[in-house]
């Protein structure tokens, strides 16, 4: 079959190569791979992870063979599913628990673009539930998680403020109250902020926090710094910083339940994913786009 392969050491950092069949564990389902999407995440992986490595962890697919231990959807049913890696293939071997089934109105590209970014959003906003009638603040709120994450919060009832690059980057964005162009012009404090841009956005949103608010750390985009001591907080007693990480951040067995509630809101029309959709053969050219704030939404792979 053809899959993504890593070539950090090649003109292009990835390639589409004939690989070996997966052969599934007891636990897991042979799936065929129809869409699967790209996080900026992945692509600091391309460059550390060594030659013929094999990435890809969002798919949206159909299941060819159900795992052999019974758990887990039927062979046919349209699936979200999270892998580890090896992921972007024709064919991926998943864990039963990483995957849901699809209403009928969600599209397999939809899905695609739902478990590690939809699974952030969600999860870095239970740590400022109950959301209702809060300020919460969202940086890279034009990004895969980001725009997910605005969404969310204002289902929740939160009022929210989404910070954008540039006047064009929050065109497609839904539910906020306001988008500021930069985290330097927002006014007022918050009870809970996402914060990902890392450098001079954390030194910000640590200024911009409530008393007992929380921030959540989940990313530096930017890969700057930030210096930071006991009296920057001094004016938000109580506040907490609360690092994240989506794939630990809550219990193995939610995996599940999780992604079938991000199925879900898109079903109900709660969560309209932005997709910037191409070919998986354009993989190479659109990774740099990622990279350079150049795609709103999320980068979807068709496996044609
Ligand atoms: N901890 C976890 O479990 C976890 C899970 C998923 C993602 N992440 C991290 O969370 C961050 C967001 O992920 P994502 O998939 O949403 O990425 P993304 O789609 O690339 O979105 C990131 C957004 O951040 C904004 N940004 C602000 N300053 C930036 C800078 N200096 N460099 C690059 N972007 C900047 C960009 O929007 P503007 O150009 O409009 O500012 C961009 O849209 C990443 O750092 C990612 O590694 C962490």
């Known amino acids: 079959m053809l899959a993504v392969v890593?070539?950090?050491?090649?003109?292009?950092?990835?390639?589409?190569?004939e690989v070996a069949d997966p052969q599934p564990a007891p636990n897991e389902a042979l799936v065929e791979v129809r869409a699967f999407s790209l996080n900026r995440g992945e692509l600091r992986l391309f460059q550390i992870r060594p030659e013929g490595w094999r990435p890809?962890?969002?798919?949206?697919?159909?299941?060819?063979?159900?795992?052999?231990?019974?758990?887990?959807?039927?062979?046919?049913?349209?699936?979200?599913?999270l892998t580890d890696n090896a992921g972007w293939a024709e064919r991926a071997a998943v864990p039963a628990h990483r995957m849901a089934a699809l209403p009928d109105n969600?599209?397999?590209?939809?899905?695609?673009?739902?478990p590690v970014a939809g699974l952030t959003a969600l999860r870095t906003l239970r740590?400022?539930?109950?959301?209702?009638?809060?300020?919460?603040?969202?940086?890279?709120?034009?990004?895969?998680?980001?725009?997910?994450?605005?969404?969310?919060?204002?289902?929740?009832?939160a009022r929210v403020t989404a910070v954008v690059g540039g006047p064009e980057r929050g065109r497609h964005l839904r539910g906020a109250d306001e988008i500021v162009e930069g985290i330097d012009k927002v006014q007022g404090r918050f009870a809970l902020i996402l914060e990902s841009a890392g450098g001079s956005s954390l030194a910000a949103a640590i200024a911009r926090i409530e008393a007992k608010g929380?921030?959540?750390?989940?990313?530096?985009?930017?890969?700057?710094?930030?210096?930071?001591?006991?009296?920057?907080?001094?004016?938000?007693?109580?506040?907490?910083?609360?690092?994240?990480?989506?794939?630990?951040?809550?219990?193995?067995?939610?995996?599940?339940?999780?992604l079938a509630l991000l199925a879900g809101l898109v079903a109900d029309g709660s969560l309209k994913p932005h997709?910037?959709?191409?070919s998986w053969?354009?993989?190479?050219?659109?990774?740099?786009?990622?990279?350079?704030?150049?795609?709103?939404?999320?980068?979807?792979?068709?496996?044609?």
């Open 127 to 157: 740590h400022g539930a109950p959301l209702l009638g809060k300020r919460v603040l969202i940086t890279g709120a034009a990004g895969g998680v980001g725009h997910m994450a605005v969404q969310f919060a204002a289902r929740s009832g």
């Open 56 to 81: 890809g962890q969002d798919i949206g697919g159909v299941v060819l063979r159900p795992a052999a231990d019974g758990s887990g959807p039927a062979a046919g049913t349209r699936v979200v599913a």
């Open 281 to 304: 053969r354009e993989l190479a050219r659109i990774g740099p786009l990622l990279r350079d704030r150049q795609i709103r939404g999320k980068a979807v792979f068709h496996i044609d």
């Open 214 to 258: 929380t921030i959540v750390i989940f990313g530096n985009s930017s890969g700057d710094p930030t210096p930071f001591s006991f009296r920057n907080l001094a004016e938000h007693p109580n506040a907490r910083i609360q690092g994240f990480s989506y794939f630990t951040s809550e219990a193995e067995d939610r995996f599940a339940p999780d």
């Open 275 to 278: 997709l910037v959709e191409h």
């Open 106 to 114: 969600v599209l397999l590209e939809e899905a695609a673009a739902l």
């Open 6 to 17: 890593n070539t950090p050491g090649g003109t292009a950092p990835v390639e589409l190569r």
